[in-house]
């Protein structure tokens, strides 16, 4: 499970206009290492240390359900995507994510726990997206 969404500036700076839809189809990479995701992060941030493990490849999420009301919260529960390493993906550890939309990055997190890949043996990454009011 991921940690909390970091959102960008470009997605704040639009936030009037972001809806559930503008997350359909938008496009989940991992990445390595010890940085802490932050609002100021840009694409360029999460491709210099994007995981390479073998056999992976970014993954598009579709299904996202709509906001529920919680009290003064609202949440969204994401797809899930499945990373399948190859039989020989060498040493890497994921410790988060980042989600884009075309050329533009529209938030990040750090996972929950980290996940040491493992030779041929797929691991899934699931997204629970919250705003609070207060």
Same mark, same amino acid.
């Given at each position: *499970?991921?940690?909390?969404?970091?959102?960008?500036?470009?997605?704040?700076?639009?936030?009037?206009?972001?809806? #559930?839809?503008?997350?359909?189809?938008?496009? *989940?990479?991992?990445?390595?290492?010890?940085?802490?995701?932050n609002i100021a992060d840009v694409l360029a941030t999460y491709?210099?240390?994007?995981?390479?493990?073998?056999?992976? /490849?970014?993954?598009?999420?579709?299904?996202?359900?709509?906001?529920? *009301?919680?009290?003064?919260?609202?949440?969204?529960?994401?797809?899930y995507a499945i990373f399948t390493p190859s039989i020989t993906?060498?040493?890497? /550890?994921?410790?988060?994510?980042? #989600?884009?939309?075309?050329?533009?990055?529209?938030?990040?997190?750090?996972?929950?726990?980290?996940? /040491?890949?493992a030779p041929s043996t797929p691991f899934a990454v699931a997204? *629970?997206?919250?705003?609070?009011?207060?």
């Amino acid at each position: *499970m991921a940690g909390d969404l970091v959102p960008s500036v470009e997605l704040l700076s639009n936030l009037e206009e972001i809806r #559930l839809s503008d997350l359909e189809g938008s496009v *989940m990479g991992l990445f390595e290492g010890s940085h802490v995701p932050n609002i100021a992060d840009v694409l360029a941030t999460y491709t210099g240390i994007e995981t390479t493990f073998g056999g992976y /490849t970014r993954q598009t999420l579709v299904g996202w359900t709509p906001s529920n *009301m919680t009290g003064l919260a609202a949440y969204t529960l994401g797809p899930y995507a499945i990373f399948t390493p190859s039989i020989t993906p060498g040493a890497h /550890t994921v410790t988060g994510y980042f #989600l884009i939309q075309g050329t533009r990055l529209i938030g990040c997190g750090r996972l929950a726990g980290a996940i /040491t890949v493992a030779p041929s043996t797929p691991f899934a990454v699931a997204l *629970m997206e919250s705003l609070e009011n207060g």
